[in-house]
Nanobody
């Protein structure tokens, strides 16, 4: 089972990036999927999550209104559209999938993790 995240890069403040996370080895259509990030010297923090149906989403206050999470069950993938990026968004972004029934911001509730993709926002 593997989650492969991509789409990170260097962008100027105010710019946009779209992260993708493709799953292989099993289907995650019945699982909550989410994005977390970890900046240098800081703890991993929740960014966004989406329910198995794709209908319910939840965001950290710091990204609400700027980021959008979505999923494609047929492609077994989850995405994170990031707009109006700020230097404080700089971090390694990880996608994750969990067997939890409800969306949770607790990283320990997620069972599968991608390798991370680096997002750098310059001022």
């Amino acid at each position: 089972v593997q989650l492969q995240a991509c789409g990170g890069g260097l962008v100027q403040a105010g710019g946009s990036l779209r992260l993708s996370c493709a799953a292989s080895g099993r289907t995650f259509s019945g699982n909550v999927m989410g994005w977390f990030r970890q900046a240098p010297g800081k703890e991993r923090e929740f960014v966004a999550a989406v329910s198995w149906s794709g209908i319910t989403t939840y965001y950290a206050d710091s990204v609400k209104g700027r980021f959008t999470i979505s999923r494609d069950g047929r492609k077994n993938a989850v995405y994170l559209q990031m707009n109006e990026l700020k230097p404080e968004d700089t971090a390694v972004y990880y996608c994750a999938a969990g067997f939890t029934v409800r969306i949770t911001t607790d990283w320990s509730s997620y069972d599968y993790w991608g390798q991370g993709t680096l997002v750098t926002v310059s001022s």
